[in-house]
């Protein structure tokens, strides 16, 4: 007899061939078969708690690895669940594949056990989905939202595997012969890159070369196209001062003497050519308008994708992979180059700035604040991460006033070691995205900074870094809520739930460093400089998950950082 193959099987032999190593997900009816399938062939199946984080961890995967992170979620509440982190991955442009088990075809609109139109529900947020109707099917499926994730713009993709679908049986070589048909058929014009139109190149220089106050702005499009070292030559060879993004630093240190960072209000304001790559202009860059950026500044954007650029409606857009136009530009200028000079006045202004800037920061950073401000923590955190050296930690940020200051603070000087909220500002996102860097960069510890109220999003999932043993250190900021505690006015303190908590407010003094001790973890409670000097010291030595609960004063934070006036 024959051997045969079911589709639970099938599935994973085509994600193995993909190369897909990695998946994340939670199991149950009707894909749990097909966990076990994909681990026997060699992918690693990080389990979650919750298919949110699951799918935080799946999007960030993919931008760390530029391989689509893979989600297997179960049917009906499963997949909305795992829409999250689908959405997310669409936002931020990362490649990402959601895999959902979903009811059995004979019974649609019968109302079947966990029964929805999951191909309607994930629409708004998945770029190309499939489903594989019948196992046939599923070779040509598997290969099509993998290629898709990664064409073009990356973003999410979906795969739709009915239960009936997954039991259904083929023969061994019957299998095989499926597999070689539709690796053969993949489209290949989806995984080549867009052709560079040089004299837009040409373009490009010229306008920096003319420029009195050129400015480079690179975000996590640079990043994700791997274009640190062509970034690097470019700026260092015409002394062009940069600006990255939040999840842009990095790509050059931070303490780079070019760097505008620290003088970013100046330095948008005032460019007159601002070269954009890989970073699009909306909120976070102020949508590249007045009064934020000058009203004659000329936007040269570079992004992968045309219609990006033809929403934006810059002075010049270049369609093209962020790492080969920065390296065609780099070499254009070689050939006829030119450099501003740290003399150059608008060289000048910018570091005098920055300087500026960064001493009157240091002096609020100087300050031992007990109770604990925002500042005197991160800068203690920030010493401790430095001290490491190379491979730099992959950090994590998430929360208003915690990543809002973390951001200025906290410095980042290797390419992706840095993982916030993102384009979406989406948060409970930290979790998933430690266990998804522990996960692809194994060489380096991680370390979340996040606010108590983005810590108990995804909570749990202390478990899975436990469960996995992951080198992950969280650092909670405990404010006791949302921004902080109580922030009402009496005015506002009135009706029959009046004596209710305020929604801002949680358990005061809440011990999140217990939930390790539940697991067999390590958690720590600081209140001051010395406990929260020597929890890092502990933890960023051991390497094991650990918890770091650091009491901060409730009122010492602001309503969404810097974003109040959008309440």
């Known amino acids: ?101 979903s009811s059995e075809q004979s019974y649609t609109g019968r109302g079947d056990f966990q029964e929805l139109d999951q191909l309607a529900a994930v629409k708004p947020f998945s770029k190309f989905s499939a489903k594989a109707t019948d196992i046939t099917k599923i070779p040509t499926s598997v290969f099509s939202v993998i290629d898709w994730a990664v064409a073009g713009r990356p973003g999410g993709t979906y795969l739709d595997l009915p239960s009936d679908v997954l039991h259904q049986t083929v023969d061994e070589s019957a299998a095989e012969r499926l597999i070689t048909e539709a690796l053969n058929s993949r489209n290949k014009d989806l995984i080549e890159k867009p052709r560079i139109n040089y004299s837009e190149i040409q373009k490009a220089v010229e306008l920096l070369r003319t420029a009195q106050r050129p400015l480079i702005v690179f975000g996590k499009g640079a990043a994700y196209a791997r274009a640190e070292s062509e970034l690097t030559k470019l700026v260092e060879s015409t002394g062009i001062p940069f600006l990255p993004t939040p999840m842009g630093k990095g790509l050059l240190p931070d303490t780079h003497e070019l760097a505008a960072t620290a003088a970013r209000s100046m330095a948008i304001g005032k460019c007159d050519v601002a070269l954009v790559v890989g970073a699009r202009l909306n909120w976070l860059l102020h949508f590249g308008e007045p009064p934020k950026w000058s009203k004659d500044v000329k936007f040269i954007l570079v992004d992968i994708c045309r219609e990006e650029i033809e929403l934006r409606k810059p002075c010049l857009g270049i369609v093209g992979d962020a790492k080969d136009v920065v390296g065609m530009i780099h070499k254009e200028i070689k050939d006829d180059s030119f450099c501003l000079g740290k003399s150059h006045p608008w060289v000048e202004a910018i570091r005098n700035k920055s300087k500026d800037n960064v001493a009157k920061m240091e002096v609020q950073l100087a300050k031992n604040v007990v109770p604990f401000n925002f500042m005197t923590p991160m800068r203690i955190i920030r010493d401790a991460i430095l001290g490491i050296g190379s491979p730099a930690p992959i950090l994590v940020s998430e929360g208003a006033n915690t990543m809002d200051i973390g951001r200025a603070v906290l410095v980042q000087t290797e390419p992706r070691t840095r993982l916030d909220a993102g384009t979406w500002g989406t948060m409970g996102v930290g979790l998933g995205y430690c266990i998804a860097a522990a996960v692809a960069s194994p060489d380096r510890l991680v370390v979340a900074v996040e606010g108590d109220s983005g810590f108990g999003f995804s909570a749990m999932e202390v478990e899975t870094l436990v469960r996995y043993q992951l080198p992950v250190v969280v650092i909670v900021f405990n404010n006791g809520g949302v921004y902080g505690g109580d922030r009402r006015n009496p005015d506002e303190i009135s009706g029959p739930y009046k004596d209710d908590p305020a929604p801002t407010s949680f358990v005061p003094g809440a011990a999140y460093h217990r939930l390790l001790d539940a697991f067999g973890g390590k958690g720590y409670l600081a209140a001051t400089p010395d406990e929260l000097k020597s929890a890092l010291d502990e933890s960023f030595s051991a390497r094991k998950p650990t918890v770091i609960n650091v009491t901060i004063d409730p009122y010492a934070g602001a309503e969404s950082g810097r974003l109040q006036h959008k309440n």
């Open 1 to 101: 007899m024959a051997e045969k193959v079911d589709g639970n099987t099938l599935v994973a032999m085509c994600l193995a061939r993909a190369g897909v190593d990695k998946m994340f997900g939670v199991v149950g009816i009707p894909v749990t078969s097909l966990a076990n399938r994909a681990v026997a062939l060699g992918v690693r199946f990080i389990a979650f708690h919750n298919e949110q984080s699951a799918g935080y961890a799946a999007s960030a995967y993919g931008y760390l690895t530029r391989r689509p992170g893979v989600l297997l979620t179960v049917s009906g509440p499963g997949c909305v669940h795992g829409l999250a982190g689908l959405s997310n991955a669409a936002a931020n442009a990362w490649p990402m594949v959601m895999i959902s088990g």
